[in-house]
């Protein structure tokens, strides 16, 4: 081991990450793999062998986390977890999410080939639906450990086709009670989750490890606008309420609420319109849009909050539409445990790795694993900070290197008393 540290096979596994990308239900170079989908529990079986291979014990739970376990030396003790998720919204690339789950193995596998006996076992969780491209709600088996969503709004999600989770778990062929789900408080003494930065930050300043000291707290809005419909052409303008132009001065005011807010953290966005009865030549008279506001602080985040809703009110008089607001998730940002980061921190800099604090705009299944134990993440470089699309990429060398840097602070992680 050169400074103590395990080497990563580089080249494995990059193969490995070019293999799952494969399994896919869009015509590769891009990569779709929705929760539940053939192309998911496909997925899911190619983490599984290889994990066996690697002599680890594998669990399911009831919604489909998958965990796989290196055994230590006490293992009556709380282990060590690392990992993220396989799923992939539409369109997307190969690497978020895969960098995580593959190189978490990778440095498994490095130590194991080290001969490193740890003390702690070494866990790594293979997240169920950390995208919300199925049932709207994003870090959905993380979520569930966390013990953060209640179950009976789990029970009651359903997918565009109407069919609900408990039909889709069960053609997976997971039947366990939904309560066996929920971690035990002290389950994990810490959680680390490697991933790509989906930004251009490290890439631009030539850093290759990122530590991330806080995870922005998202929060999710559907708004419902309604007004009068009629004909386009026998409806004179100053007589309308068009419910399509009071949601398009709304979304201008989520943007300009979000810029004043006082953080540059605060992100706002309206990404899903629909609009009623959507015929060129009829007045809108409803229009549903739903809001993504994030922050890395709460103060800010509920002020631009109240900004849009003063905003919503004054063109809904102005305008005499009805305006209904519906809170689809609100969940508090996540700041990084310190030790862990310092002990991360550390570990690069014995390897020469240059590294920077950051700040995680995106949220991830560490958000949700903060609540269970100490966690931070650790980020490496994406070309152009492209990430949800096919030209999605990582050099290889970055993703051995955050694997290396993981591998490291596991170890320390596993032998900490």
Not at 195 to 215: D, F, R, S, T, Y
Not at 379 to 398: L, V
Request: charged share 25%.
């Amino acid at each position: 081991m050169s400074a103590g540290l395990p080497e990563i096979n580089a080249a494995l596994l990059q193969k490995r990450i070019d293999e799952l990308a494969l399994i896919t239900e869009a015509p590769p170079p891009a990569v779709t793999r929705v929760l539940f989908s053939d192309a998911d529990l496909r997925g899911r079986d190619y983490v599984a062998g290889l994990c066996r291979s690697a002599g680890l014990s594998l669990r399911v739970d009831a919604v489909g986390n998958m965990f796989a376990r290196w055994a230590g030396s006490a293992p009556e003790i709380p282990a060590v977890a690392t990992g993220s998720h396989t799923d992939a919204i539409p369109n997307a690339g190969k690497y978020d999410g895969v960098v995580g789950v593959l190189g978490g193995l990778a440095a498994i596998e490095a130590l194991q080939e080290a001969g490193f006996q740890p003390m702690r076992s070494i866990e790594l969780v293979v997240f169920t639906a950390e995208e919300p491209t199925r049932f709207g709600i994003g870090c959905l088996g993380s979520r569930m450990l966390a013990g953060a969503i209640a179950l009976e709004k789990i029970r009651g999600l359903r997918d565009a086709d109407n069919t609900t989770l408990e039909a889709l778990r069960g053609r997976a062929g997971l039947d366990e009670a939904l309560e066996s789900v929920a971690l035990p408080e002290g389950f994990y003494s810490a959680f680390v989750e490697l991933h790509i930065e989906q930004g251009p930050i490290l890439e631009k300043e030539h850093i290759p490890i990122g530590v991330v000291q806080a995870i922005a707290g998202p929060s999710a809005y559907r708004v419902r606008i309604t007004g009068e419909g009629g004909h386009a052409g026998a409806v004179l303008m100053p007589w309308r309420h068009d419910a399509s132009l009071a949601a398009a001065e709304l979304a201008l005011a989520v943007e300009k609420a979000a810029l004043a807010s006082g953080s540059p953290d605060t992100g706002a966005t309206t990404g899903k319109w629909e609009i009623f009865p959507n015929a060129i030549n009829s007045v809108p008279c409803e229009a549903l849009l739903e809001i993504d506001l994030r922050d890395t602080c709460l103060e800010t985040r509920e002020r631009a909050l109240t900004l849009m809703r003063s905003a919503s009110d004054e063109i809904a008089a102005r305008r005499g539409v009805k305006v209904v607001w519906d809170e689809i998730n609100a969940d508090p940002p996540a700041d990084g445990d310190a030790k862990t980061m310092a002990m991360a921190e550390d570990v690069a800099g014995k390897l020469d790795l240059a590294t920077m604090r950051m700040v995680s705009r995106a949220y991830h299944d560490s958000l949700f694993m903060a609540r269970v134990c100490p966690t931070t993440m650790i980020f490496i470089p994406c070309r152009h900070g492209f990430s949800h699309r096919p030209e999605e990429f990582s050099d290889p060398a970055h993703i051995a290197a955050g694997a290396r840097v993981l591998a490291g602070t596991l170890a320390r992680l596993s032998h900490e008393p």
